[in-house]
Nanobody
Framework: QVQLVESGGGLVQAGGSLRLSCAASGRTVSIGAVGWFRQAPGKEREFVAR????????YYADSVKGRFAISRDNAKNTVYLQMNSLKPEDTAAYYCARSAGGAAYYSTLNYDYWGQGTQVTVSS
C-alpha cells in the first residue's frame, strides 16, 4: 500500500509561483514514476507532468512546458512541482499519482495510487 499526500497549494496572483509537494509513505520502495494531474471544476482530470524514478526523464503537457518543473528527492520520498508564471487557467485541484506502468504516461488509467489533491487558485 502506498499513500500520497499533496501540499503547497494556495491562492496566488497571475505571474506568481507556487511549489507543490507530494510526500509518499507506506511501501515507498515500490514508488517508481510519479505524475501530476489537475482537474478544474466541470472538466476532466488532465496530465500535467511526470518524472521517472531516477529523475532522468521528465514529461510535460504543452500547456505548462517552460513554466512548470517536476523534480524528486528519493531520500525524502517526495516529488515536487515548481510552478512559475502562473495563469488563471492553471486554477485547479492538483493531484499526484504513482505510475502503474504503460506507455501512455499522460493517461489517468496508467496510475494506481492517488493523493487527495491540493487546490491552486490563480487570480487575474
Amino acid at each position: 500500500q502506498v499513500q500520497l499526500v499533496e501540499s503547497g497549494g494556495g491562492l496566488v496572483q497571475a505571474g506568481g509561483s507556487l511549489r507543490l509537494s507530494c510526500a509518499a509513505s507506506g511501501r515507498t520502495v515500490s514508488i517508481g514514476a510519479v505524475g501530476w494531474f489537475r482537474q478544474a471544476p466541470g472538466k476532466e482530470r488532465e496530465f500535467v507532468a511526470r518524472i521517472t524514478w531516477s529523475g532522468s526523464n521528465t514529461y510535460y503537457a504543452d500547456s505548462v512546458k517552460g513554466r512548470f518543473a517536476i523534480s524528486r528527492d528519493n531520500a525524502k520520498n517526495t516529488v515536487y512541482l515548481q510552478m512559475n508564471s502562473l495563469k488563471p487557467e492553471d486554477t485547479a485541484a492538483y493531484y499526484c499519482a504513482r505510475s502503474a506502468g504503460g506507455a501512455a504516461y499522460y493517461s489517468t488509467l496508467n496510475y494506481d495510487y492517488w493523493g487527495q489533491g491540493t487546490q491552486v487558485t490563480v487570480s487575474s
